[in-house]
């Protein structure tokens, strides 16, 4: 693209690509609105924009575009046409990108570029071509959040900085802080640039030690006021010396306090002023002297901050005018500048006879360039800041001097220079600095060497319209009568900048070393200026400036030792202390010694050669300290009596020591350094103390060495143990033993590097080739002969066998040596070998006998064994061990096991029997799955913590086996104590030191099964016997009979005797017995039942005990056959009465035992498949959470931001938070109605209105406790941006409610919601654990929400009741079995459905139910296809059809309802899949719904609003249904609906499907343990809130007196579980930008339920009446109770939080948070209140004589007369 200029120039400024290799046609048309182009090519029609200026959001990008269409609308912040941007006239408001000379706004100066947090400023800004503004037009300067007006100059903008109690906080430990000044036009970006604010009292902080010179000697310009011991960034101090800081310039030779203006540097140095006519004249000196000065320069304007200077170097007369203007400096008039002594130099002076021309001649000054600053310390940002880099060389600084020429009285004989006039008429003006483009010449404000000047300039009024400038800045006229005046308009907002000395001495950081710019000083000709106001200077006051002032301890005169309980004086020499001027005696010495003060009075005596040194001399004391060492280095300073702290040199310290640790002895005592003095002190009880304090006879001589120990007390004959002989007075030096020193007789090499000090002495004994045994001796020089109580023995050791002769080559035999004399020596010099090889010494050593483990070999050979002793050896003679190949598996079997274990595992291999000791080794671990789940349990929960029967770490279980043969090892499986979740099992075979996996020698895995279970023979009544007929098998029935046994292993006994096992299967075992009956194994009784035999059946390690048998016997009949057939006909005639009776009985209930029978065969059976279904659908659901899991992968848990966070919970039950609303007012009045509301926000920082107010809403009867929710979190809002002030008025609020249920029932304190401070306490927790939340509740919390709405939606739900069949509240347990089946259905998306339906298309798969309303389907598949999207993207279901397809023609609209609806008289029946007959795998589609539908009511994150309402069926209204009708109960047969009984057994029958709710809580037991655990756990750090919350609760009730430890954990409770947990727990959507069901409440609601009886003391006592709620979490409640009370008290014993911490918090939390929710909606919402109770918060605040004072009820009036016009009496 090119651009064709006025002048027929052509620049090419963009190409385009349209087409790759074809050519571009001519014929290039524009459409109508001229915004875009057609460009043709050979085969194809392009329309290209002519400009895309919107898309560059920031000015650098628009001018880097250099597109001739795109330019910067400055005042509206957007690239755009000149002819879109409103005031693009005017050149500055529209920057033309195609123009290179065109540059974006910037600041070019800043002056001041710091200052204190203590005072105001006015801040001026240069900013070159800065746009001009209507008259109600007004930029703003931000400071961080703070905004603050703008006033235009000629060269930029003036800004007051934020008052002190505004200003940025400083960070903990830091001195200042660097904040953003942006500079904006309503909210569009102008320009920005760094500022400092710094804080002179922080920077003492820092030097602990040397106050006073850290303060001097920062980069900020801070002074030092020595008598209130303070640090200050002002210039004169309240009362006595102020030492002025290092970078401050001191004038020496300059007749007043002032400097000239920085000037224009040409080639001859002369400045050239055009003036106007003078009249009437002004007495004026000019002088171009050269100012000497005995003061280095520190810093001048840096080379960086040069401007631009005119190439020609001079000044054009057209330009001097206005240039003078911009650069006179009106400055604050201080009388210190004229009470210096004046030059005696003759002057040059140049007075021109034109009155308009003024020629001064200065002379140059050095520069310093500030890139040599040290770059580890920061470097302060100078006074005048500019932006623009230097075009040309460095200039020079010229110094005219500019001072008025009436003499004070008290100088009159000075002699003055000649002088000249200047003009009266005009006001006096302040510097401003100037603006500077490339025609213009340049000036560069420098620094003056003699005077830095008052820096602090404002805004001449001469030079700004009076209609623009604002109050602070304009006073009521320009011409002003006296100092007072100028100044107080002046400094209207300005009041923490002093009128004294600080305008010659600025201690703000203004110090030259921020190349402060000096202006001419221009003294007004109609002031009176007094020279005897207090703080100015004398004319022979001295300046003291720099860390050399400072007064200072620089060191100790003499020697820095003291011995310990001696009275001794320190002497310390100081420097600087005339300056304090205080008494002799007003001063104490003091030294920290561990931890303890010692403080002693001191008197200083100064020096009379020189003045400024002193000796301080602290008082006679005794010294000591307790720690064990011999020196103690006690830190040492010197205060004055208000315990100020004077400046000490670094590592000022005396050095206390003790000369009797370390010299337990004499000849330690006097082998000590002779530095200490120490002696060895006789008498009663001899020590080693300082020579001072000996009052005994000094020992000369020490007495005779004593030995304690030695050790060992054996060695081999041959020598060589390292003997260690521990005592008192070996010896005081190596020499002295090195000789001397014998072993039973046998001299011992001593070891000089080991020899300690009279104390302990090792050597080498030597050999003695015999057994032989005596004492140690030591002799030391003088005769002194010491002997041991213990006995050395020289030993023989024997070695006499080594057993077992071999082993594998692997290693890990254990081999027993037998012996004699064993251990001998150092046991850790006692090693075994087999041949090189170490054998690993495994249990404790004995005399007669050792144990080692073989280590590995590389090859099978035979070596001998080895005892070493250090370098002596004893070899068993004639033994070799004989490494062996490695034992081999080839093959193990069976696979299976009971978990009882016992079960025989034959394993084959070759070489078994060279193994020692086989083991079988079973390893069960937790499932993959499982154990990243239980992994997270072991990092958060103890150990005892593991749920009953689940597996929480790996265990291992081992067995010995049998070494049958070199082939062959039989190994019984170990028993594990587990129930069998879902655990991996590892079989291991252990060799020694080699291991086997039964998975490579088995082609199935090894796993353990459940137990066996064998019935009684005797089913009926196992006590009685079980009667065999001999001839017939015993057949046993059982459960899980062979799951992991053959016959052939089952053991089955009759007393003694066998019953051979000939069938197994799953439920019978059937055994041959012996053919008579065997006698029993224990016998006891010769008669009766004890007598007869047991049968046992034994599988593995169970033994069962299955009743006694007795055999049937075939007896002669003795009896005569007359009496056998009486009998006979006897017992028939008996026998037939009693079938008669049974047969009777038995018909009678016969009924009610078949129906008995059905419900016990449905029980089982419903237990059995509640366990099944149990573990099934956990696995299910774990299986989803995985696949969720890897979802939040991608997408992220859906959090909602805070604002919306903090509106749901500050404003639950809301449709829409009232703070989305905007104010509802007229335009005319919006803006007095927000100035009031600004009014009301700073009246609510009075805490004294603030409690009142909320007082006096209390105690209205019409206040609701809605109404006091509503107002606490209006309040909430308002007060959301200084929440340490919140939380004061919490507090404060707190400690009277404390104070108001003490007097009544202090358990019932936060119990509800009924007070304002109750509300404000919960908004608060939330607002102070929104991270936590986020950080770590937020995942479990929602893994659990979504645990519980797939199991919901995996059952039935009934869309009428709200009744489902998963679920946890029995309220909303679906109770009839239904049948249904599980569908997949193919989805298509909106998109896919609109294109076509090709068979290639991509499909979403969604598991529904074909019992399910088209509704429900609709949101599965929407759940399914948005999957990870908020739910606020998610279309609504009702705006949408299902359509199911089939084929290419076959679409068919499903709905709920419709003609194919089925009606039952009044009632209508929803339509579901199976209604439709949709098969599984059928494709549907949702499409956009063309008819006009009716949008669900409650659409909203208020849960529970999704049941449809019922018509009243009374009047005649159609009443839905979906699955089962909600009023009518189970219809029951006619033939039994008279029998009381079974209607009752008829209501009971349902009850059975309770156990739903059992599986329901197993299976979302984990995600619920999981969020329990997170929200009570102390391994991570507890949210600073809670802790100090929970200590401010503890202090309360400590404060009331209240001991009961059952009160402080309600208290407790209530304020966090209660009020914070419980209701995130319920209501997700506060925390989740997710919809919840009914259902799934119902579910949350049940788990909070749990979680606050957990949170309880009292012991919940459960009975069949209790509700099924509880009993569900009865087990787990205990548990959670202990959680409870372990969190409570971990938080307690935490180190509590301080205010300082909190507050720095609640700072961070305000400064991120206080721009997300709308304080002036809540502002006006809150006035609302005010308005209604108007007259009662005005009488209480009447009532209140405080209030009175402050003038609340005045204030509020106001703001009630400004929001609503209300007729005050104001």
Avoid at 1388 to 1402: H, R
Wanted: aromatic share 8%; proline share 7%.
């Amino acid at each position: 693209m090119v651009y064709l200029g006025a002048m027929g120039d052509a620049n090419a400024y963009a190409s385009l690509i349209i087409h790759l290799n074809s050519m571009v046609s001519g014929d290039l048309l524009f459409d109508q609105s001229q915004q875009h182009l057609y460009v043709m090519t050979q085969s194809m029609v392009v329309k290209v924009p002519i400009l895309e200026c919107s898309q560059y959001l920031d000015c650098e990008s628009c001018l880097t575009l250099k597109d001739p269409y795109c330019g910067w609308c400055v005042l509206q912040g957007r690239c755009s046409r000149r002819s879109e941007c409103s005031r693009s006239i005017v050149s500055e408001q529209w920057l033309w990108s195609f123009n290179t000379t065109q540059q974006c706004l910037s600041i070019q100066s800043l002056s001041p570029a710091n200052i204190s947090r203590e005072e105001k400023r006015n801040i001026f800004l240069t900013i070159l071509d800065l746009p001009s503004l209507h008259e109600e037009e007004a930029y703003s300067c931000y400071f961080e959040d703070y905004e603050s007006p703008a006033v235009l100059t000629e060269s930029g903008i003036v800004c007051p900085s934020p008052d002190p109690s505004q200003a940025p906080a400083l960070k903990t430990g830091t001195e200042h802080i660097t904040v953003k000044l942006v500079v904006r036009f309503h909210n569009v970006f102008i320009a920005s640039v760094d500022f400092s604010f710094y804080d002179c009292a922080a920077v003492a902080l820092q030097w602990k030690s040397a106050p006073c010179q850290g303060c001097v000697s920062s980069h900020w310009g801070c002074n030092w006021c020595i008598h209130q011991h303070l640090c200050t960034h002002k210039a004169t101090c309240e009362e006595g010396t102020i030492i002025y800081n290092e970078r401050t310039q001191i004038p020496t030779s300059s007749p007043f306090l002032s400097s000239a203006a920085s000037t224009i540097m040409t080639s001859t140095n002369t400045l050239t002023v055009a003036t106007k006519p003078i009249t009437p004249p002004v007495t004026m000196v000019v002088t171009d002297t050269p100012i000497t000065q005995s003061v280095p320069t520190t810093t001048t304007l840096p080379a960086v901050s040069a401007m631009t200077a005119h190439p020609t170097g001079t000044f054009s007369p057209t330009h001097a005018a206005t240039q003078t203007t911009a650069i006179l400096t009106f400055l604050k008039i201080t009388t210190e500048s004229m009470a210096l002594p004046l030059t005696d130099k003759p002057t040059t002076t140049s007075v021109a006879t034109n009155p308009t021309v003024v020629s001064v001649t200065t002379s140059p000054a050095k520069t310093t360039d500030h890139t040599a600053l040290p770059t580890s310390e920061p470097v302060p940002a100078p006074e005048v800041w500019f932006t623009d880099p230097p075009t040309t060389a460095a200039f020079n600084t010229l110094q005219p001097v500019v001072a008025a020429l009436t003499p004070p009285p008290d100088i009159t004989n000075s002699t003055w220079p000649p002088t000249t006039t200047l003009p009266t008429s005009e006001a006096p003006t302040s510097a401003i600095p100037s603006s500077f483009t490339p025609n213009q010449t340049s000036s560069a404000p420098t620094s003056s060497a003699d005077f830095p000047g008052d820096l602090e300039t404002e805004l001449p009024p001469s030079e700004v319209p009076s209609s623009v400038l604002p109050d602070w800045l304009l006073g009521e006229s320009t011409e002003l009568k006296d100092t007072e005046d100028w100044m107080d308009s002046l400094q209207t907002e300005n009041d923490t900048s002093p009128f004294s000395a600080s305008t010659l001495l600025s201690g703000d950081g203004d110090s030259s070393e921020r190349d402060a710019p000096d202006f001419p000083r221009i003294l007004h000709p109609g002031f009176d200026y007094q020279y005897d106001a207090p703080g100015f200077l004398e004319l022979n006051e001295e300046f003291s400036w720099g860390p050399g002032a400072c007064p200072c301890v620089q060191g100790i005169q003499g020697s820095s030792l003291l011995p310990v309980n001696v009275e001794q004086t320190i002497t310390l020499l100081g420097k600087n202390f005339h300056l304090y001027q205080d008494q002799q005696w007003d001063y104490e010495c003091v030294l920290i010694v561990e931890g303890r003060t010692v403080v002693m009075d001191a008197y200083v005596e100064g020096e009379e050669a020189n003045r400024s040194l002193c000796y301080i001399t602290c008082q006679l004391h005794q010294y000591s300290y307790l720690a064990p060492q011999l020196e103690f280095n006690a830190v040492m300073f010197v205060q004055r009596k208000q315990h100020l702290r004077v400046d000490s040199a670094v590592d000022l310290y005396v050095t206390l020591y003790n000369c009797s640790m370390g010299h337990s002895d004499c000849s330690r005592c006097q082998t000590a350094d002779s530095k200490y003095n120490c002696v060895w002190c006789g008498g009663e009880r001899p020590s080693c103390i300082f020579r001072g304090s000996c009052t005994e006879e000094i020992v000369d001589i020490c007495p005779a060495p004593l030995i304690y120990s030695v050790y060992p007390l054996s060695g081999p004959v041959e020598g060589g143990t390292r003997l260690t002989i521990a005592g008192s007075n070996l010896g005081q030096k190596h020499q002295d033993i090195a000789e001397t020193v014998t072993v039973a007789g046998i001299p011992c090499a001593v070891d000089a590097q080991e020899y300690e000090i009279s104390s302990s002495i090792v050597c080498i004994t030597g050999g003695s080739w015999a057994e032989r045994s005596g004492h140690v001796a030591v002799e030391v020089p003088g005769g002194g002969h010491g002997v041991s109580g213990h006995i050395f023995a020289y030993q023989n050791p024997d070695l006499k066998s080594v057993a077992p002769s071999q082993g594998p080559k692997a290693g890990g035999t254990c081999l027993t040596l037998l012996g004699s004399k064993l251990l001998t020596g150092r046991p850790s010099e006692i090693s075994i070998l087999i041949g090189d090889l170490p054998c690993h010494i495994l249990s404790e050593m004995q005399e007669n006998q050792l144990q080692c483990q073989t280590s590995p070999s590389n090859m099978s050979v035979e070596l001998p064994v080895t005892i070493k002793y250090g370098h002596t050896e004893r070899r068993l003679e004639g033994f070799l061990f004989k490494y062996t190949l490695d034992p081999n598996i080839t093959f193990a079997e069976p696979s299976k096991s009971f978990l009882s274990g016992g079960r025989v595992i034959r394993v084959h291999g070759h070489n078994l029997d060279v193994v020692q000791n086989p083991k079988i080794r079973i390893t069960v671990s937790p499932s993959e799955r499982r154990r990243r789940g239980l992994g997270r349990w072991r990092r958060i929960m103890p150990e005892t913590e593991c749920p009953q029967n689940a597996l929480c770490s790996i265990q291992q279980f081992e067995e010995l086996c049998l070494i049958n043969s070199s082939y062959l090892i039989l190994c019984k499986t170990p028993a594990i104590n587990l129930l069998l979740r879902i655990v991996q099992v590892k079989l291991e075979f252990i060799l020694d030191n080699l291991s086997f996996d039964f998975k490579s020698l088995h082609p199935t895995p090894f796993s353990y099964e459940v137990n066996p279970i064998l019935k009684p023979l005797n089913a009926e009544d196992p006590a009685k016997p079980y009667r065999h007929k001999p001839g017939s098998v015993i057949s046993v029935e059982g459960e899980n009979l062979d799951l992991a046994i053959f016959k052939e292993e089952v053991v089955a006994m009759i007393g003694e005797g066998v019953c051979v096992v000939k069938t197994l299967t799953r439920n019978h075992l059937y055994c041959e017995p012996p053919s008579e009956q065997p006698a029993p194994q224990h016998r006891t009784k010769p008669e009766g039942t004890d007598s007869l035999p047991e049968f046992t059946v034994q599988m593995g390690n169970l033994n069962f005990l299955l009743g006694r048998v007795q055999y049937d016997t075939e007896s002669q009949l003795t009896f005569p056959l007359e009496a056998q057939i009486g009998l006979g006909v006897g017992a028939s005639f008996v026998a037939l009465i009693v079938l008669i009776i049974v047969f009777i009985y038995r018909r009678k209930s016969k009924q009610a035992l078949r129906d008995y029978k059905k419900v016990q065969i449905q029980l089982e059976n419903l237990e059995t498949s509640v366990r099944d279904r149990c573990k099934k659908e956990f696995t299910d659901l774990m299986t989803e959470m995985m696949d969720l899991t890897s979802d939040l992968v991608g997408t992220g848990i859906p959090f909602l931001d805070y604002r919306s966070y903090a509106e749901r919970i500050f404003f639950p039950g809301h449709r829409e938070s009232p703070l989305q609303r905007g104010l509802d007012m007229p335009e005319c009045r919006r803006q007095t109605v927000e100035q009031g509301l600004v009014q009301l926000s700073n009246l609510l920082n009075s805490k004294l209105f603030l409690t009142k107010f909320i007082h006096t809403l209390e105690i209205q009867r019409t206040f609701s406790p809605r109404d006091r929710a509503y107002v606490a979190s209006l309040l909430t809002v308002s007060l959301h941006g200084k929440l340490e002030y919140f939380t004061d008025i919490l507090k404060t609020l707190l400690n009277d409610l404390v104070e108001q249920y003490v007097a009544k029932n202090p358990k019932l304190m936060l119990r509800r919601t009924e007070t304002v401070v109750e509300k404000l306490l919960t908004n608060w927790m939330s607002i102070c654990l929104y991270a936590f939340v986020r950080d770590s509740v937020g995942e479990p919390l929602y893994m659990l929400f979504r645990g519980i709405k797939h199991q919901v939606d995996k059952g039935p739900v009934d869309w009428v009741t709200g009744k489902a069949k998963y679920t946890l509240n029995d309220n909303r347990l679906l109770r009839e079995d239904l049948e249904y089946r599980t569908l997949t259905l193919n989805a298509l998306t909106q998109t896919e459905a609109t294109v076509g339906e090709a068979e290639d298309s991509q499909c979403v798969s969604v598991k529904v139910l074909d019992c399910d309303t088209i509704t429900q389907v609709k949101e599965k598949i929407l759940d399914q296809i948005y999957k990870g999207t908020p739910y606020c993207h998610r279309p609504d279901p009702d705006s949408l059809d299902l359509e199911w397809r089939s084929g290419l023609a076959g679409h068919l609209i499903l709905s709920d309802e419709d003609v194919t609806s089925v009606i039952q008289g009044t009632w209508k029946r929803l339509n579901t899949l199976q209604h439709y007959k949709v098969p599984d795998g059928a494709t549907v589609a949702l499409v956009p719904r063309l008819t006009k539908h009716i949008p669900r009511e409650n659409q909203d994150y208020i849960p529970g609003e999704k049941t449809p309402m019922l018509e009243d069926a009374d009047e005649g209204g159609i009443k839905l249904w979906h699955l089962v009708k909600p009023t009518e109960e189970p219809e029951l047969p006619k033939h039994r609906r008279g029998s009381l009984r079974d209607r009752e057994r008829a209501k009971a029958i349902p009850e059975i499907y309770l156990t739903r709710l059992l599986s329901m809580k197993g299976t979302l037991q984990k995600f619920v343990d999981d969020l329990f655990q997170v929200i009570l756990s102390t391994s991570r750090p507890v949210p600073l809130a809670v802790k100090y919350f929970f200590d401010l609760l503890d202090d309360q009730a400590m404060h009331h007196g209240i001991l009961d430890p059952e009160t402080i954990h309600i208290w407790k409770t209530n304020s966090l579980p209660l009020r914070f947990w419980i209701n995130i727990i319920k209501n997700p959507q506060f925390v989740f930008d997710v919809q919840t069901s009914d259902n799934v409440d119902a579910v949350l609601l049940v788990i909070a339920q749990t979680f606050m009886d957990s949170c309880t003391i009292a012991d919940h006592k459960l009975g069949r009446d209790s509700p099924i709620n509880k009993l569900l979490y009865a087990r787990d409640i205990p548990r959670y109770k202990q959680m409870v009370e372990r969190y409570y008290a971990d938080i307690r014993q935490t180190i509590s939080a301080s205010d300082q911490e909190m507050n720095s918090a609640l700072a961070e939390l305000s400064r991120n948070y206080s721009g997300e929710l709308n304080s002036v909606v809540a502002l006006h919402e809150l006035y609302k209140y005010i308005n209604k109770y108007y007259d009662q918060i005005i009488t209480a605040l009447e009532e209140d004589p405080t209030a009175q004072k402050m003038q609340l009820g005045y204030r509020l009036q106001q703001i009630a007369a400004a929001v609503e016009n209300k007729v005050t009496d104001l």
